[in-house]
């Protein structure tokens, strides 16, 4: 199904950003304002392989990790709808993904500064092999390095002085206001 059969209410919702900006959190609240089922796309891939994704890229590889998450991206926003989707942070990283998403989607990008970004390491690099074995400085060169991926979206939130609410209610809102200018008979 293309994004042509598609009305824009029924399009799933990408959530696209680096790692640890709330993706995974704020989709979830996303749905749930929506009553949309949620999806994400490393827990997916977590399921299919039996494992958490550090062992995945310990044991299997990075290169088998991302195959999975092309072939899980590309099944689940060719043949599903009214789903709320995060993706992990490196999936951009494939142009056949973007360009899928930015086809058969609505692409929101979750923004955060470095400054506030930095704060949040040690909560989540037990679970983010990328960052493992990285200082500060090659943290912030992966960042940098990462973030022209994202500027290929459709809509955007600076999450800085934002709670999860308050992320979550400001992508519906603007959800809703897009869907009633495009759609305004449905
Ligand atoms: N807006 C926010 N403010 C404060 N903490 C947040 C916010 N969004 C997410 N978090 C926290 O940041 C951590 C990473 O969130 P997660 O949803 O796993 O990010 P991602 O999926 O983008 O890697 C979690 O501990 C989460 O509770
Ligand atoms: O940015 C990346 O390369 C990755 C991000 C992770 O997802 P989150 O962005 O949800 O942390 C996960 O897919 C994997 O650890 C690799
Ligand atoms: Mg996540």
Request: aromatic share 8%.
């Amino acid at each position: 199904m293309g994004m042509n059969d598609l009305a824009l209410r029924e399009m799933n919702i990408v959530l696209i950003g680096f790692m640890g900006v709330g993706k995974t959190t704020i989709g979830k609240a996303v749905a749930k304002k929506l009553y949309r089922d949620f999806l994400d796309i490393d827990e997916e891939i977590e399921k299919e392989f039996q494992m958490p994704t550090t062992k995945i890229f310990q044991e299997i590889g990075e290169k088998q990790f991302r195959k999975k998450e092309k072939e899980t991206i590309i099944n689940l926003c060719t043949n599903q709808r009214l789903k709320v989707i995060s993706l992990g942070g490196g999936a951009f990283l494939q142009e056949e993904i973007r360009n899928l998403c930015l086809s058969n989607c609505i692409v929101f990008f979750l923004d955060l500064s470095w400054e506030s970004w930095k704060d949040r390491v040690s909560m989540i690099i037990d679970s983010r092999p990328v960052l493992q074995g990285k200082n500060s400085e090659e943290m912030k060169d992966l960042f940098d390095e990462r973030q022209p991926i994202y500027e290929d979206h459709h809509s955007k939130v600076l999450t800085d002085n934002l709670d999860v609410d308050e992320v979550a209610s400001f992508i519906v809102d603007s959800l809703k206001t897009a869907w009633d200018i495009y759609e305004p008979n449905h």
